[in-house]
């Protein structure tokens, strides 16, 4: 199992509630995607169901770690969107059937360990009918059961489900951090390379570790290009299509679609005035295409070449930062 960085507040927290015999039925963990809540979500269910005094983050050989990490541990239920042959999470969201599903483990007794636990990751991709039945779960909870609720997004969350979780807040990691992340996760790249990871993560190693080896620099640049110059002979957005076209390129594909809004948003904040309502506007209409580009299969060069469009509409007379 990955190995959690950082977050020593968060684990502290979470120790002490476990040895003080209080532990909250549920935890809302929240913060930015890629940052490390799913992973922690994973450890504190094996610490729980191992049970006992110790480290927070259990050797990979430990027996409860194995049974979770393969889903196997009769005490233990994880949920998320489906995966796809290569692991790839597809739908929109956890289906309420998911929640339903629960029932035996809510209602039966532990097999292997004191606690049963249930991970969601993340609760936000809970369809409506999804959200009120696990409000039901919380609202009267069984003995013995802890709810971990991963979140990306809590303010979309039912008020009635905030209402009865404890919350812990996530933040992206430091530099040094980051840095340490993703040389224990990537040993074989260069000093470089892991340089414009540490940029492109933003303190989410989980985004940069995904986008190891998709040649972020390079889509950067490309963007960087089309928006300074306008692409006026359009040469900058037929590469893109081209590169990002095929099949092989979905992974790259789906950080290029990552990347637009980042891009946009480092234009937007070099201006003012007129300059800044703008790239304020491109960002809107970007992040619409890229959400939209996925969960509905758009066609993939025409959103490519709509996005490039978008970039290079940037193109023209700034009012600099000042400061």
Request: proline share 6%; charged share 20%.
């Amino acid at each position: 199992m990955t190995r959690l960085l950082g977050h020593r507040d968060q684990i502290d927290i979470f120790l002490d509630a476990m040895a003080s015999g209080r532990m909250h039925h549920a935890w809302l963990l929240a913060g930015p995607s890629g940052i490390g809540k799913g992973l922690f979500a994973r450890a504190a269910a094996a610490r729980l169901l191992a049970g006992g005094e110790g480290d927070f983050q259990l050797p990979d050989d430990h027996p409860t770690v194995r049974l979770v990490h393969a889903r196997s541990h009769p005490d233990y239920q994880l949920l998320e969107r489906a995966r796809d042959e290569d692991g790839e999470q597809t739908g929109r969201n956890i289906p309420v059937d998911a929640i339903r599903g629960l029932q035996p483990l809510l209602t039966g007794t532990p097999s292997l360990s004191a606690a049963r636990v249930i991970v969601i990751d993340a609760v936000d991709e809970l369809e409506r009918g999804g959200a009120n039945a696990l409000l039901k779960s919380l609202e009267e909870p069984p003995p013995g059961v802890v709810f971990l609720l991963v979140s990306h997004a809590p303010g979309r969350l039912l008020p009635t489900i905030r209402s009865r979780v404890r919350t812990l807040v996530f933040k992206p990691l430091g530099e040094g951090e980051m840095r340490g992340a993703l040389t224990a996760a990537l040993p074989d790249e260069a000093a470089a390379t892991i340089d414009d990871l540490v940029l492109t993560g933003a303190g989410a190693p989980g985004t940069a570790i995904a986008a190891a080896g998709l040649d972020v620099a390079g889509l950067d640049r490309a963007l960087h290009a089309i928006g300074a110059s306008g692409d006026p002979d359009r040469t900058g957005r037929l590469a893109l299509v081209k590169a990002l076209g095929g099949k092989t390129a979905q992974a790259r594909y789906r950080l290029f679609l990552e990347r637009v809004p980042h891009s946009i948003a480092a234009v937007a904040r070099q201006r003012r005035g007129v300059a800044l309502a703008r790239a304020l506007a491109a960002w809107e209409e970007a992040r619409a295409l890229t959400g939209a580009a996925v969960l509905l299969s758009l066609d993939v060069p025409s959103t490519v070449w709509k996005l490039g469009t978008i970039v290079a509409g940037l193109a023209g007379p700034a009012s600099p930062a000042k400061g």
